[in-house]
């Protein structure tokens, strides 16, 4: 079911890349379609998620052309395309409605997969020429238009097309055997001309990436909490707390990088909640000396998880409660009067230093772990294990030092940290990879892979404030991250 969702833009790829003739009549912009969609999302009571892919932008930074075999593959697709707007992404929705979970067993992933929502899945495509479109639905997918109230339409299973001046809109039934009847149709094109937007979908609309994902987290979490029928003052409180709340993912080729961040946009209520604190230096400086191929350091406000946990879910633990065993019990209710504490009081850092001894790579680790006293208990006899493999294991307080090498030990200087992630440590979650330092010849990649990762740098990520950003480096950084790719897996050389 999922996977019909993200397959719907695909589809209609490849299906308007065929047949159809050139046109000479203006484009369009897309921002009527844009503006259409955002009414629609806006207004559209039971959306849980939106985004876009920008399919035309992501081929123009491939720079395909200049690959004689895929340029006689692609270009004539792309010439053949007149009857859809090319300026424009394609646009989807995901709406869920109301519906009963409480019987799936979360533990069941089998169970979990055959779960059938209640709900439509949509795609908005800007086109140019809607006769044009029109003839090639009837000759590629054999359907027969209707017209109703203006809407010519065609149903297809639990599929139906609706092409409109500008745009066509495809609206699919997530049970696959129910048909969308055309009232329900109607009921969401009325939406994209007469519903209003909202400023902060307009906001996450404008965005220009070349794949957008966006999701509304209280719609979600409502989803959940009244398919459980799970509901209390708390839970109530959440919902009303997380209206308004969005998560939006973005996935962008630049030149030199590919990025990828997901930032939360959040409601006044929800953000006073603050779970990092303000950076990580003080677990960097003391993770060892030398030059290390992969290192992560994390500093979360354990008192703030706490306080969100007694906020939100204080009473629904008596839920969880009630599915333990008698030995499990017995730690939940220490975690319960202790504190998250009590586990983990959220410092935590790891840095790995390869070295060739002559037969491969093996790595020096340095850690180390704020853990609380439960933890430490749980943790006694492993660490002892530990010790017996040639580990160094420190005990200070509520923080644990360990190191497999003593070139590599804390207390011997600070990092010499790669070039790209120079800021590691001013960040409250983040890490890298320094990819030429991995024993890649090793892993017995293909050749292509091989020359993509040979351009490759660097790997990082951070957390800052609400947004969290991955980025993969290129060492040419000049030239877009998909040109680059494509010209290793041609063998093209620029």
């Given at each position: 079911?999922?996977?019909?969702?993200?397959?719907?833009?695909?589809?209609?790829?490849?299906?308007?890349?065929?047949?159809?003739?050139?046109?000479?009549?203006?484009?369009?912009?897309?921002?009527?379609?844009?503006?259409?969609?955002?009414?629609?999302?806006?207004?559209?009571?039971?959306?849980?998620?939106?985004?876009?892919?920008?399919?035309?932008?992501?081929?123009?930074?491939?720079?395909?052309?200049?690959?004689?075999?895929?340029?006689?593959?692609?270009?004539?697709?792309?010439?053949?395309?007149?009857?859809?707007?090319?300026?424009?992404?394609?646009?989807?929705?995901?709406?869920?409605?109301?519906?009963?979970?409480?019987?799936?067993?979360?533990?069941?992933?089998?169970?979990?997969?055959?779960?059938?929502?209640?709900?439509?899945?949509?795609?908005?495509?800007?086109?140019?020429?809607?006769?044009?479109?029109?003839?090639?639905?009837?000759?590629?997918?054999?359907?027969?238009?209707?017209?109703?109230?203006?809407?010519?339409?065609?149903?297809?299973?639990?599929?139906?097309?609706?092409?409109?001046?500008?745009?066509?809109?495809?609206?699919?039934?997530?049970?696959?055997?129910?048909?969308?009847?055309?009232?329900?149709?109607?009921?969401?094109?009325?939406?994209?001309?007469?519903?209003?937007?909202?400023?902060?979908?307009?906001?996450?609309?404008?965005?220009?990436?070349?794949?957008?994902?966006?999701?509304?987290?209280?719609?979600?979490?409502?989803?959940?909490?009244?398919?459980?029928?799970?509901?209390?003052?708390?839970?109530?409180?959440?919902?009303?707390?997380?209206?308004?709340?969005?998560?939006?993912?973005?996935?962008?080729?630049?030149?030199?990088?590919?990025?990828?961040?997901?930032?939360?946009?959040?409601?006044?209520?929800?953000?006073?909640?603050?779970?990092?604190?303000?950076?990580?230096?003080?677990?960097?400086?003391?993770?060892?000396?030398?030059?290390?191929?992969?290192?992560?350091?994390?500093?979360l406000d354990v008192d703030q998880i706490q306080k969100i946990l007694d906020s939100y879910l204080k009473s629904s633990?008596?839920?969880?409660?009630?599915?333990?065993?008698?030995?499990?019990?017995?730690?939940?209710?220490?975690?319960?009067?202790?504190?998250?504490?009590?586990?983990?009081?959220?410092?935590?850092?790891?840095?790995?230093?390869?070295?060739?001894?002559?037969?491969?790579?093996?790595?020096?680790?340095?850690?180390?772990?704020?853990?609380?006293?439960?933890?430490?208990?749980?943790?006694?006899?492993?660490?002892?294990?530990?010790?017996?493999?040639?580990?160094?294991?420190?005990?200070?307080?509520?923080?644990?030092?360990?190191?497999?090498?003593?070139?590599?030990?804390?207390?011997?200087?600070?990092?010499?940290?790669?070039?790209?992630?120079?800021?590691?440590?001013?960040?409250?979650?983040?890490?890298?990879?320094?990819?030429?330092?991995?024993?890649?010849?090793?892993?017995?990649?293909?050749?292509?892979?091989?020359?993509?990762?040979?351009?490759?740098?660097?790997?990082?990520?951070?957390?800052?404030?609400?947004?969290?950003?991955?980025?993969?480096?290129?060492?040419?950084?000049?030239?877009?991250?998909?040109?680059?790719?494509?010209?290793?897996?041609?063998?093209?050389?620029?």
């Amino acid at each position: 079911m999922y996977k019909k969702i993200f397959l719907i833009p695909v589809t209609l790829f490849f299906l308007f890349s065929c047949g159809s003739e050139e046109n000479s009549e203006k484009a369009n912009t897309g921002s009527a379609i844009t503006s259409k969609v955002s009414n629609f999302i806006s207004s559209r009571e039971n959306i849980i998620a939106f985004g876009h892919i920008n399919m035309f932008q992501i081929l123009g930074k491939s720079d395909y052309k200049k690959n004689s075999l895929v340029n006689a593959v692609i270009d004539p697709f792309i010439t053949k395309m007149a009857a859809l707007n090319q300026d424009s992404p394609i646009y989807f929705a995901v709406e869920v409605n109301e519906q009963n979970i409480n019987d799936i067993n979360p533990y069941d992933i089998s169970n979990i997969s055959n779960l059938k929502l209640n709900g439509f899945a949509y795609a908005f495509i800007a086109i140019k020429n809607k006769s044009e479109i029109k003839s090639q639905l009837e000759k590629e997918v054999r359907v027969r238009f209707k017209n109703a109230d203006g809407i010519d339409y065609a149903q297809e299973n639990n599929g139906t097309f609706a092409l409109f001046d500008d745009c066509m809109m495809v609206m699919v039934d997530l049970n696959d055997r129910n048909q969308v009847g055309i009232e329900q149709l109607k009921s969401a094109s009325k939406l994209m001309t007469e519903g209003k937007s909202s400023e902060i979908v307009n906001k996450m609309m404008a965005s220009n990436s070349d794949f957008m994902l966006t999701y509304d987290m209280g719609k979600s979490v409502s989803s959940v909490l009244k398919g459980l029928k799970i509901s209390n003052s708390e839970t109530q409180q959440l919902e009303s707390d997380l209206k308004g709340c969005f998560n939006t993912t973005n996935f962008n080729f630049e030149n030199g990088k590919i990025v990828l961040t997901s930032e939360n946009i959040l409601s006044p209520a929800m953000s006073k909640w603050r779970i990092t604190k303000s950076d990580s230096k003080e677990i960097v400086s003391t993770l060892g000396s030398g030059s290390p191929t992969a290192a992560i350091a994390m500093n979360l406000d354990v008192d703030q998880i706490q306080k969100i946990l007694d906020s939100y879910l204080k009473s629904s633990m008596s839920e969880i409660e009630s599915k333990l065993s008698a030995s499990e019990l017995l730690e939940f209710n220490r975690i319960k009067a202790e504190g998250f504490s009590t586990i983990f009081n959220g410092r935590f850092g790891i840095a790995a230093f390869l070295k060739g001894d002559g037969y491969g790579f093996v790595p020096n680790v340095n850690f180390q772990l704020g853990a609380g006293k439960m933890l430490l208990e749980k943790l006694k006899e492993p660490l002892e294990m530990a010790k017996t493999s040639g580990f160094t294991i420190e005990n200070k307080g509520n923080m644990l030092y360990g190191y497999s090498g003593a070139e590599n030990a804390p207390g011997k200087g600070t990092l010499t940290l790669p070039e790209g992630a120079e800021d590691f440590g001013n960040y409250p979650i983040n890490g890298f990879v320094d990819i030429q330092k991995l024993p890649l010849n090793e892993l017995n990649l293909p050749d292509q892979a091989m020359k993509i990762i040979a351009k490759l740098s660097i790997l990082k990520f951070k957390v800052e404030g609400d947004k969290f950003t991955l980025e993969i480096q290129f060492k040419d950084k000049s030239q877009n991250a998909l040109a680059q790719m494509m010209n290793s897996v041609s063998g093209l050389s620029l």
